[in-house]
Nanobody, 122 residues
């Protein structure tokens, strides 16, 4: 099993910045992709950004140009730098990691973090 620990959420004014971190831990696993999702009040969970093991990156249109996802493979950690935050970015942000066991290439498992609250005031 892979466990995820998130940090970095908080309260910020519109136009401000926050940096989220998510560290994966466990034994004998290989990470395929790492990403961030969010769920705002009364909304469905949505993809914010994802980065694959090969370095391919995708962003939701709503965050392009403001958010940057990155990863440190040596630390099994993914980051989300959020700049120019807007009130509509207010949500619980969840880290997600797709991984495989080092003993078998399939199946691909998914793990979720506990979520961290980001609140942007206007």
């Amino acid at each position: 099993q892979v466990q995820l620990v998130e940090s970095g959420g908080g309260l910020v004014q519109a136009g401000g910045s926050l940096r989220l971190s998510c560290a994966a831990s466990g034994s004998s696993f290989s990470i395929r992709a790492m990403g961030w999702y969010r769920q705002g009040p009364g909304k469905q969970r949505e993809l914010v950004a994802v980065i694959t093991s090969g370095g391919n990156i995708n962003y939701a249109d709503s965050v392009k140009g403001r958010f940057t996802i990155s990863r440190d493979n040596a630390k099994n950690t993914v980051y989300l730098q959020m700049n120019d935050l807007k009130p509509e970015d207010t949500a619980v942000y969840y880290c997600n990691v797709d991984w495989t066991s080092d003993y078998e290439p399939d199946p691909v498992f998914g793990s979720w973090g506990q979520g961290t609250q980001v609140t942007v005031s206007s």
